[in-house]
């Protein structure tokens, strides 16, 4: 497999199996899970970044007991559509996974994700700094996710 189109996902993944969708911060990655039916997305983990090889690790223990088979990666875009250092980063991250492993990857353009979440966050589940803190990573890899999954709906013509 390679990186592939976000269109193109659902057809790539075996049937019947989940996605992991991932924020890659500069010093967490927040973990969403999808259902197997490719539907709805939820918070599952944060990951504290350290050495590449562990977080890999820990993403591929992941994928085996959520049974996914791909995963969606958010992609920081500037606002003006265009790609910086953080984008690279995130792509580089991704061809790192698949020197170790052969899965589907999908990138989504993740501008809004943290910002959304924080807003609601702070708005709505009144949560305290610490706790959105504690929170808003992994939140931020549902939405990306969501977006994706529902983003792949449409594609389908579901």
Do not use: H
């Not at 959105?132 to 549902?142: G, P, T």
């Amino acid at each position: 497999m390679a990186i592939i189109d976000i269109t193109e996902l659902a057809a790539a993944v075996t049937p019947r199996r989940a996605l992991l969708g991932l924020d890659l911060g500069e010093k967490t990655i927040g973990v969403a899970v999808s259902d197997i039916s490719l539907t709805i997305a939820s918070p599952l983990e944060l990951i504290r970044k350290s050495k590449f090889t562990l977080e890999a690790e820990r993403l591929f223990k992941l994928m085996a007991s959520r049974e996914a088979d791909g995963m969606v990666i958010g992609l920081p875009v500037n606002m003006d559509g265009t790609e910086g250092p953080r984008c690279q980063s995130c792509r580089a991250f991704a061809r790192n996974l698949l020197r170790l492993r052969d899965f589907p990857i999908a990138f989504w353009d993740e501008r809004w994700s943290s910002s959304v979440m924080n807003r609601f966050l702070i708005e709505e589940a009144d949560l305290t700094r610490a706790k959105r803190a504690e929170v808003i990573d992994r939140s931020a890899a549902a939405y990306i996710l969501q977006g994706a999954l529902d983003r792949m709906k449409d594609a389908a013509g579901v």
